[in-house]
């Protein structure tokens, strides 16, 4: 089968890892209302697993069944649908020239007592919540490996009521209880929302009174097809309303093959962002080179995450640093990513450490009478800030996803040096560390996504570049409107971020890729921040242990 491959990353205490998910045409349900009219090819005939896009979702149907494929998902959101096609039907159908076919690919997840969850503390959760702000009237979907329905410091608030109000089987095409043999996708839920108090009684989820949607698209593996994927999204933007879903959680990612508007996933997410809701992104676990972005973390206009730590010592910011393992920007249309960066060091979440298959691998981080599991990963950073555009959504309900964006980048905290110099390129930080109590409180609403047009992009009348562009010595740079370096940095102080706006794409600045990242910025010592606390940047990562997409990082 042709498969192009996504690396979904999770943030977690221990690890970023890499799970995939699949599912064979043969093997999913038959989408509800998907004619079984048509003719298929006979069984001892190979086919292999395409999407397909057209004017309408009527039209790529009909166009599949002309030839004589079989189609295996109903992909509204993008006007498509997957099929199982022989390689006639395949050159068939790509003579038409309406059509879109792509290859399905194949997505993969970032993979005693409660440690405490430092996060909270550190972005000023804490304070946020001895105000009442604690993602009360918000849901959140988790777009993952499941949930760990049957507990309940995963599907509880601090009530004590289930706070799980739908699960969605997008393998198997209907709504049932979706139980998690992965752990990834319980963990993630756990950083956003779990009520366990931990050690200073402060609850492990950034925001133990939201709502959770999850829809479940990959594997005990952590591995799953596009064609799934998607239609766990189009079920999503279908019942946002009944739900009243306004966050979405996607942590996981696959290395781009194709500019963002012509990837039918980013495609998906964009309709949903279009809709309303605020989608978050892990950046990927491939730090710490240049352009390693993943795929949905690519698209502009989401809340892409990096990762930072704080060493090991939640009380002692002089060596909190940037994680070795978060991925750096630009993407390849010339966006600054990631927008921002949040905690992704060794994060404690929820999981049957005696069943799933992510504990049952790596023990050591396991405890034993409580189901605590200590993971590492922009997963997990993608997950604390989920959890934080529930508390700005509870506090303020009325904001757009442009406008939660905003906030939260012009609130957050770049790491400087002693010099007020930035410690870390915006490449690697975009805005800096996020804080939750200024990101709900702060009054910029206009600073995100300036320049671009969703519903033009989605029309494919008009797509757009960022403003990062790379020098002979392959060392990458930020412009102003004139096409002009802007400054050494690329950075405003003034939250006017004009890094993060987009213009017409323009193919003259089209990444050479003969030049490699200069790996001469990785770090210097006594790097501030400008709250008073350090990034410690003396770490330099080993480049050995990042050579696989199924790749465990260890805890930082």
């Not at 405490?116 to 702000?133: E, H, S």
């Not at 988790?142 to 089987?169: C, F, H, P, Q």
């Not at 102003?480 to 102080?493: A, T």
Request: contains cysteine; hydrophobic residues 40%; glycine residues 10%.
């Amino acid at each position: 089968m042709t498969t192009r491959k996504i690396a979904l990353t999770t943030l977690a205490a221990v690890t970023s890892l890499a799970l995939t998910l699949t599912m064979s045409p043969a093997a999913d349900a038959s989408p509800r209302g998907a004619s079984q009219a048509h003719r298929s090819a006979p069984s001892h005939v190979q086919t292999a697993s395409y999407i397909v896009q057209a004017q309408s979702l009527a039209a790529a149907r009909t166009s599949v069944q002309k030839v004589g494929g079989t189609i295996t998902h109903e992909l509204g959101i993008i006007d498509g649908v997957g099929a199982a096609l022989t390689l006639e039907q395949l050159e068939a159908l790509r003579q038409i020239e309406s059509l879109q076919v792509q290859p399905d690919a194949v997505t993969r997840t970032q993979g005693g007592t409660v440690p405490n969850q430092y996060a909270r503390q550190l972005l000023k959760v804490d304070t946020l919540a001895a105000q009442g702000i604690n993602g009360t009237g918000v849901t959140v979907a988790i777009l993952d490996t499941g949930i760990w329905y049957s507990r309940g410091e995963v599907k509880n608030d601090l009530n004590g009521t289930n706070k799980i109000l739908a699960m969605y089987d997008a393998i198997a095409n209907k709504v049932q209880n979706t139980p998690d043999k992965s752990g990834h996708g319980s963990h993630v839920a756990s950083i956003i929302g779990s009520p366990q108090a931990t050690l200073n009684d402060q609850p492990l989820g950034i925001a133990p009174m939201a709502r959770l949607v999850a829809v479940k698209a990959f594997d005990l593996g952590g591995q799953g097809s596009y064609a799934n994927v998607i239609r766990g999204l189009d079920w999503i933007l279908a019942n946002k309303a009944t739900y009243n879903i306004r966050v979405l959680n996607l942590s996981f990612g696959a290395t781009p093959q194709s500019f963002y508007w012509n990837d039918p996933l980013a495609k998906a997410v964009m309709k949903l962002w279009q809709a309303g809701v605020v989608v978050v992104a892990s950046a990927g676990n491939w730090g710490p080179y240049a352009q390693s972005i993943t795929v949905p973390g690519n698209v502009p206009y989401v809340i892409t995450v990096g990762a930072m730590t704080d060493n090991y010592t939640p009380t002692n910011g002089a060596d909190d640093r940037l994680a070795s393992f978060s991925s750096t920007g630009p993407t390849y249309e010339g966006f600054v990513k990631p927008e921002i960066v949040a905690p992704g060091g060794h994060m404690p979440g929820k999981n049957d450490n005696g069943t799933m298959e992510i504990p049952k691998a790596h023990p050591q981080y396991a405890t034993t009478n409580d189901m605590t599991f200590v993971m590492s990963g922009t997963s997990q950073s993608a997950a604390v800030v989920s959890g934080v555009v529930a508390l700005m959504l509870q506090a303020q309900p009325s904001l757009t996803p442009n406008q939660v964006k905003c906030k939260l980048m012009s609130s957050a905290r770049p790491a400087l040096d002693g010099a007020g110099k930035l410690a870390y390129t915006v490449f690697q930080q975009g805005a800096g560390q996020i804080n939750a109590y200024d990101a709900v409180y702060n009054q910029n609403l206009n600073c995100a996504n300036v320049g671009l047009d969703i519903a033009a992009d989605l029309a494919g009348t008009t797509h757009f570049g960022g403003a990062a562009r790379q020098k002979a010595d392959g060392t990458f740079y930020v412009v102003d409107q004139n096409g002009q370096e802007f400054g050494s940095q690329g950075y405003l102080w003034n939250n006017g971020y004009l890094w993060n706006q987009g213009y017409l794409w323009s193919n003259g600045y089209l990444w050479n890729n003969e030049y490699l990242w200069n790996n001469g910025y990785l770090w210097n010592n006594g790097y501030l921040w400008n709250n008073g606390y350090l990034w410690n940047a003396s770490f330099v990562p080993s480049t050995t242990s990042f050579s696989g997409i199924n790749h465990w990082v260890g805890q930082e």
